[in-house]
């Protein structure tokens, strides 16, 4: 019997064969259950021709498409595991992960094929195969992706994958450093989209979502993605993400469920086309990856789009717990309560459990749980312990039930021996209305240990000092807490995913490699 996620078509073919799977959003090219299930066969078939089989693992350094879609459920099929790799990063970056994965194949786009040949040059990879970009699919130009799958046999390839065979090596965003592979099984994926139906409204078999996030973001491939794969319902893949484009593609498609990072929907929130945009389709919209402003989400529902905020990570596939979207507003600043298939503890350094509002690590279990880090026993040891996932972020629960993410546990500053938690400060300093962006960290300091400094960048056509920002954060919370310094920036350096990268800017403001310790 076959477990993995590349059988996800099939069962849904023999049920509703003509039910749309997949749409471009770049060419408006539909595919059903049946055309994805014999595609992805086809796929499966000519890589298996070229070697790749149960276990090898095939990259992807490829923009969103429905094309990479297909490639992952043609791993899966054949009992491979697919990497996908954040096109962003830099040759070095690349290869490493190349290196670390021992990647045999590697997809691209043309976008991202100087970058992906630069980095494949003294790796495992022995073939580099181009999916063609949004533009070329709509000039119906030949591709070499299209020819690979005209090689292969749309049978069924006779492999049975078991639930626990990893499907993927998902790679951290890397805020901490080097990057670290978290090893998913086909089963964490399953039991992922269970977690996903059932929680908060759920997404069904007749929600229309639209992938508009990275794809090799585990957040936009499993927050949704995947989940309505398993399900039957629909996914609107968008090439590159515009908040016009995104309006005009939630419009076009009735698209009714939708993620993003906070980052998207703070440019979706400020392009002037959302204003009349037709919006009436989207049910909920969730936004994850990062903290999202509790202004963000009062504006987005002024606009009509009902926000909830939840919760994951890479490791847990990604769904943790969710934040109902009726609850968002009484409840914003919370991540609401644990999915269906995940236990949940608030828990101090010795792994017990602290009384409600106490400040702890959160630890979560459950079968969406990953296995490990690839090639990384230590690092594994350290995050697995006695059942239960160590997640390295700071959270409350209160007596109700509901979680609240106070920080990371690295990003906690200790200034005169008190404790400052820069979420906190973060969330009073983005009240400011001339704030569009704002990073709290910690600098070394002779006199505090550490002194805390905000980063902020100001919204366009603004103007406000560091005295004025210092005086009025003050004014709201705790002198220890307020920042005793502003720098300002255009823009806040962020990973594809949306999270700040803090190292890059303590570095920046300190100068210091030994501050650069998160």
Same mark, same amino acid.
């Given at each position: ?335 609401? =309560?644990?999915?269906?298939? @995940?236990?949940?503890? +608030? *828990?101090?350094?010795? $792994?017990? /459990? #602290? ?91 002779? =006199?505090?240990?550490?002194? @805390?400094?905000?980063? +902020? *960048?100001?919204?366009? $056509?603004? /103007? #406000? ?54």
């Amino acid at each position: 019997m076959d477990n993995g996620i590349g059988n996800w078509p099939t069962l849904h073919r023999v049920r509703h064969p003509h039910r749309v799977a997949l749409i471009d959003a770049t060419t408006g090219a539909e595919y059903t259950f049946e055309q994805l299930d014999l595609r992805t066969n086809a796929l499966a078939d000519a890589l298996r021709s070229r070697g790749i089989g149960r276990g090898d693992r095939v990259a992807l350094l490829t923009l969103n498409s429905t094309h990479m879609l297909e490639v992952v459920l043609a791993v899966a099929k054949l009992g491979a595991v697919a990497v996908p790799i954040n096109w962003r990063l830099q040759a070095p970056e690349v290869q490493y992960i190349l290196n670390d994965s021992g990647a045999r194949l590697l997809f691209v786009s043309p976008q991202t094929a100087a970058l992906a040949r630069a980095a494949a040059e003294g790796t495992e990879v022995s073939g580099i195969v181009e999916i063609p970009s949004g533009e070329q699919r709509a000039a119906g130009e030949p591709s070499e992706y299209e020819a690979l799958i005209a090689e292969g046999s749309d049978e069924r390839v006779p492999v049975d994958v078991a639930a626990d065979d990893l499907s993927m090596l998902m790679y951290t965003s890397g805020t901490t450093g080097f990057p670290k592979g978290a090893m998913l099984t086909h089963a964490n994926h399953h039991w992922n989209g269970i977690n996903n139906l059932t929680a908060g409204d759920g997404v069904g078999p007749r929600d229309v979502n639209i992938a508009s996030a990275p794809l090799f973001h585990i957040g936009a491939l499993g927050v949704i993605t995947l989940p309505l794969l398993y399900i039957g319902g629909t996914t609107v893949v968008l090439e590159t993400f515009t908040p016009d484009a995104w309006l005009d593609a939630v419009a076009k498609h009735r698209v009714s469920v939708a993620f993003a990072v906070p980052a998207m929907w703070a440019a979706i929130d400020a392009s002037p086309a959302v204003e009349t945009a037709d919006l009436s389709s989207l049910r909920f919209g969730i936004s994850g990856g990062a903290p999202c402003p509790v202004v963000l989400i009062e504006s987005l529902t002024r606009h009509g789009v009902r926000l909830c905020e939840g919760f994951g990570l890479t490791e847990t596939a990604p769904n943790v717990c969710v934040l109902e979207v009726d609850e968002a507003v009484a409840y914003a600043g919370s991540v609401g =309560k644990p999915v269906l298939h @995940v236990e949940m503890k +608030v *828990a101090d350094g010795e $792994g017990d /459990e #602290v009384p409600p509002g106490v400040i702890g690590e959160l630890l979560v279990r459950g079968p969406n749980v990953f296995v490990g880090y690839w090639n990384k026993p230590e690092a594994t040891a350290e995050a697995l312990q006695d059942g239960w996932f160590h997640t390295g972020d700071l959270a409350t629960c209160d007596e109700a039930g509901y979680y609240r993410i106070v920080d990371r546990k690295k990003d906690m500053i200790v200034t005169g021996g008190e404790n400052v938690y820069a979420s906190e400060v973060e969330q009073t300093m983005y009240r400011h209305p001339a704030v569009a962006e704002v990073a709290v960290i910690g600098l070394p300091d002779e =006199k505090w240990g550490e002194s @805390v400094t905000a980063v +902020v *960048a100001a919204k366009p $056509g603004s /103007e #406000v000092s560091e005295a004025e920002l210092i005086a009025w954060t003050r004014e709201r919370i705790a002198h220890f807490k307020s920042p005793r310094a502003v720098h300002f920036v255009d823009v806040l350096p962020r990973t594809a995913t949306g999270k700040v990268l803090k190292r890059e800017l303590r570095l920046r403001w300190s100068g210091d490699e030994s501050a650069v310790r998160r």
